[in-house]
């Protein structure tokens, strides 16, 4: 696997590393800075850079207060999820999915809230926004429970023009190394709200405040999730690529379109950022991993035994496949017909 980054942009960061070095900060400068402005116009909300999306979603927990009461994630998901609300002292609930998007399901979460429900965390999986997210941020804004979007694979995702993150508390975005806008590490919380901004900006940072030359504490429970300038500076860089990935993938995504109907169709209104391209019941020969498989379910399962109970969660994991669609694929450029033949066992079966 290479690492698909052109020399232009490569040159671009240079740049940007010696600019880090020539200013003397390593941590707390101006790339970090340009960083949250950039992609704060990019989401059309406030931001916040941390370490990675892990510490944004432990700071948002925090901030709903989930210590001593339930927190409600979907089953389907990464272990990360649900750690960093046990983490910030929370009990987990897990709740079902929908086939049709693999998202967390409004009936089964409408189902499982109780009296000691504090969060509700929403996973836009696979690179589009959930479907239900519009009637969850209703059930939970009527009940005042938290509602916390983890938005680690919808770079690029919209639903009437809102981009991840928009609905709830706040959204965390991942910028791991197999992201759409892959930093190696790193993380970004956004919210329409300054005032989680402004406290997740502390939480990251120890709680600590400087004014007029002297330190002092706002928080007991922050600590040291900073982003440092040197991954600040490759996404500034990485920014400068995100309109031409998306629409390369959007383009592939376009071609898939034709070549397979049963398939995740997001519904009008709404745009994917195609972190995967999600297909049911069609052996591939060329795919890539599972968002999410047996062995991310395990992590649950092993926690949790209720989760092998949920049928949708269960049934996703036995029936669906992701097309390649990491920006650099090398055959992203052939026909539909070509497309057929290199990922179709039995091109006949063309859906």
């Given at each position: 696997?290479?690492?698909?980054?052109?020399?232009?942009?490569?040159?671009?960061?240079?740049?940007?590393?010696?600019a880090?070095?020539?200013?003397?900060f390593?941590?707390?400068?101006?790339?970090?800075?340009?960083?949250?402005?950039?992609?704060?116009?990019?989401?059309?909300?406030?931001?916040?850079?941390?370490?990675?999306?892990?510490?944004?979603?432990?700071?948002l927990?925090?901030?709903?207060?989930?210590?001593?009461?339930?927190?409600?994630?979907?089953?389907?998901?990464?272990?990360?999820?649900?750690?960093?609300?046990?983490k910030?002292?929370?009990?987990?609930?897990?709740?079902?999915?929908?086939?049709?998007?693999l998202?967390?399901?409004?009936?089964?979460?409408?189902?499982?809230?109780?009296?000691q429900?504090?969060?509700?965390?929403?996973?836009?999986?696979?690179?589009?926004?959930?479907?239900?997210?519009?009637?969850?941020?209703?059930?939970?804004?009527?009940?005042?429970?938290?509602?916390?979007?983890?938005?680690?694979?919808?770079?690029?995702?919209?639903?009437?023009?809102?981009?991840?993150?928009?609905?709830?508390?706040?959204?965390?975005?991942?910028?791991?190394?197999?992201?759409t806008?892959?930093?190696?590490?790193g993380?970004?919380?956004?919210?329409?709200?300054?005032?989680?901004?402004?406290?997740?900006?502390?939480?990251?940072?120890?709680?600590?405040?400087?004014?007029?030359?002297?330190?002092?504490?706002?928080?007991?429970?922050?600590?040291?999730?900073?982003?440092?300038?040197?991954?600040?500076?490759?996404?500034?860089?990485?920014?400068?690529?995100?309109?031409?990935?998306?629409?390369w993938?959007?383009?592939?995504?376009?071609?898939?379109?034709?070549?397979?109907?049963?398939?995740?169709?997001?519904?009008?209104?709404?745009?994917?950022?195609?972190?995967?391209?999600?297909?049911?019941?069609?052996?591939?020969?060329?795919?890539?991993?599972?968002?999410?498989?047996?062995?991310?379910?395990?992590?649950?399962?092993?926690?949790n035994?209720?989760?092998?109970?949920?049928?949708?969660?269960?049934?996703?994991?036995?029936?669906?496949?992701?097309?390649?669609?990491?920006?650099?694929?090398?055959?992203?450029?052939?026909?539909?017909?070509?497309?057929?033949?290199?990922?179709?066992?039995?091109p006949?079966?063309?859906?």
């Amino acid at each position: 696997m290479f690492i698909p980054f052109e020399p232009e942009y490569r040159q671009r960061y240079y740049q940007r590393l010696e600019a880090v070095f020539a200013s003397g900060f390593l941590s707390e400068g101006t790339q970090v800075k340009e960083f949250e402005q950039s992609f704060a116009r990019y989401t059309g909300l406030e931001t916040a850079a941390l370490c990675n999306g892990g510490a944004g979603l432990t700071a948002l927990y925090e901030y709903a207060g989930v210590a001593g009461k339930e927190v409600i994630v979907p089953a389907n998901t990464f272990w990360a999820t649900t750690v960093a609300a046990k983490k910030a002292g929370a009990r987990i609930i897990y709740a079902d999915c929908n086939r049709e998007d693999l998202c967390l399901s409004f009936e089964d979460v409408k189902n499982r809230i109780t009296e000691q429900t504090a969060a509700v965390c929403v996973v836009h999986i696979g690179g589009h926004i959930a479907f239900d997210i519009e009637a969850i941020a209703k059930l939970c804004q009527e009940r005042g429970i938290a509602l916390i979007e983890d938005c680690c694979h919808a770079h690029g995702a919209t639903y009437h023009g809102k981009a991840a993150g928009s609905w709830g508390l706040g959204g965390v975005y991942s910028f791991y190394a197999t992201k759409t806008m892959p930093l190696g590490e790193g993380g970004m919380v956004v919210s329409s709200s300054p005032e989680v901004i402004d406290w997740v900006k502390l939480f990251r940072n120890y709680g600590k405040v400087v004014q007029d030359g002297q330190v002092s504490y706002a928080m007991d429970t922050g600590f040291n999730f900073r982003m440092g300038e040197v991954t600040a500076a490759l996404g500034n860089v990485q920014m400068e690529r995100m309109d031409a990935i998306l629409s390369w993938k959007r383009a592939l995504a376009k071609k898939f379109d034709q070549l397979f109907t049963h398939r995740v169709c997001v519904p009008e209104g709404m745009e994917s950022g195609y972190y995967k391209y999600i297909v049911f019941d069609l052996a591939l020969n060329e795919q890539t991993g599972q968002v999410f498989g047996k062995r991310d379910l395990g992590y649950n399962i092993e926690r949790n035994p209720a989760v092998k109970m949920l049928p949708n969660t269960e049934w996703l994991v036995a029936h669906h496949a992701c097309a390649p669609i990491w920006y650099g694929w090398e055959h992203a450029e052939k026909s539909v017909d070509e497309l057929a033949q290199i990922l179709l066992q039995d091109p006949k079966e063309r859906q």
